[in-house]
Nanobody
Framework: QVQLVESGGGLVQPGGSLRLSCAAS????????MGWYRQAPGKQRTLVAN????????NYADSVKGRFTISKDNVENTVYLQMNGLKPEDTAVYYC?????????WGQGTQVTVSS
């Protein structure tokens, strides 16, 4: 079992920045991929960014390229999402996930609200 604890959401003005953190425990070395999805009210959950543990390759949604950066700390089993240039359309609940060979685990979600 993998437990994920997210932090870092909140209210920010347009153009501002936030950094989300997701700490994983219980997986040993079993995680091969971690990342973030988001879900706005009335919309489907969509991928924001992810990172492969072995090698560190990353993938971003087109809507966040150039503004968001995903990174990882293998020692702490923590993934970060640095979000710059935030826009009102980035408002959503952000969910961290961790994928092992056999399962996908989800965090509880953290609210990000971009508003003036």
């Amino acid at each position: 079992q993998v437990q994920l604890v997210e932090s870092g959401g909140g209210l920010v003005q347009p153009g501002g920045s936030l950094r989300l953190s997701c700490a994983a425990s219980g997986a040993g070395t079993g995680i091969n991929n971690m990342g973030w999805y988001r879900q706005a009210p009335g919309k489907q959950r969509t991928l924001v960014a992810n990172i492969v543990y072995d090698g560190g390759s990353t993938n971003y949604a087109d809507s966040v390229k150039g503004r968001f950066t995903i990174s990882k700390d293998n020692v702490e089993n923590t993934v970060y999402l640095q979000m710059n240039g935030l826009k009102p359309e980035d408002t959503a609940v952000y969910y961290c996930y961790a994928r092992t060979r056999f399962s996908t685990y989800w965090g509880q979600g953290t609210q990000v609200t971009v508003s003036s």
